[in-house]
T-cell receptor, first 115, second 114 residues
Framework: DSGVTQTPKHLITATGQRVTLRCSPR?????VYWYQQSLDQGLQFLIQ???????AKGNILERFSAQQFPDLHSELNLSSLELGDSALYFC??????????????FGNGTRLTVT | GESVGLHLPTLSVQEGDNSIINCAYS??????FIWYKQESGKGPQFIID?????DKRQGQRVTVLLNKTVKHLSLQIAATQPGDSAVYFC?????????????FGKGTHLIIQP
């Protein structure tokens, strides 16, 4: 068990809808990362927060947004959903502000299916 | 951006044998490398990491080798067990973290034959 908790485990929704994915990092970790995993793209970095502030941005669509709250949990909001957004969404956490100092620890993901 | 890739998508080995999973990276600025294991239905699990000031690092039954000259990384798993069956990813980033967080390779599916 990595200590990173993601909810819900599964989500099925229709195109055009909006969903929120939730992540609780490991105790003591200040950084939260969001990744998308699809069969054809592999693990793609979306965005990182450190202690409540956006730290780095990857291939995140404008329809997607995230935030990290004072208690350090994070939410990823996906709106105007399209079929192609169906994927596994992973949250990871680490104690450091950058990904190059210590390993990221991943949750077990949220499987999003858009119908 | 630059990419990290794996040489073989699937590797099949006999239980008890050693396995070697390879990874090539292209970002010359990368100096922190990590191997992850992902089992079905789970998130990537940290196995071992290495920094560019090292050529080799050993863990329990695993060894990571880094060849900076040819930008190549490998993961050796000794005496493979059924529980080693999973997809293995290499990941890389510059120290301090690049703008893209960790960059992951596509993954190698390791299959352990009884």
């Amino acid at each position: 068990d990595s200590g990173v908790t993601q909810t819900p485990k599964h989500l099925i929704t229709a195109t055009g809808q909006r969903v929120t994915l939730r992540c609780s990092p490991r105790s003591g970790d200040l950084s939260v990362y969001w990744y998308q995993q699809s069969l054809d793209q592999g693990l793609q970095f979306l965005i990182q927060y450190y202690n409540g502030e956006e730290r780095a941005k990857g291939n995140i669509l404008e329809r997607f947004s995230a935030q990290q709250f004072p208690d350090l949990h994070s939410e990823l909001n996906l709106s105007s959903l399209e079929l192609g957004d169906s994927a596994l969404y992973f949250c990871a956490s680490s104690v450091d502000p950058g990904a190059g100092n210590s390993p990221l620890h991943f949750g077990n993901g949220t499987r999003l299916t858009v119908t | 951006g630059e990419s990290v890739g794996l040489h073989l998508p699937t590797l099949s080995v006999q239980e008890g044998d050693n396995s070697i999973i390879n990874c090539a990276y292209s970002n010359s600025a990368s100096d922190y490398f990590i191997w992850y294991k992902q089992e079905s239905g789970k998130g990537p699990q940290f196995i071992i990491d290495i920094r560019s000031n090292m050529d080799k690092r050993q863990g329990q039954r695993v060894t990571v080798l880094l060849n900076k000259t040819v930008k190549h990384l490998s993961l050796q798993i000794a005496a493979t067990q059924p529980g080693d069956s999973a997809v293995y990813f290499c990941a890389e980033t510059p120290s301090g973290g690049g703008a893209d967080g960790l960059t992951f390779g596509k993954g190698t599916h390791l299959i352990i034959q009884p």
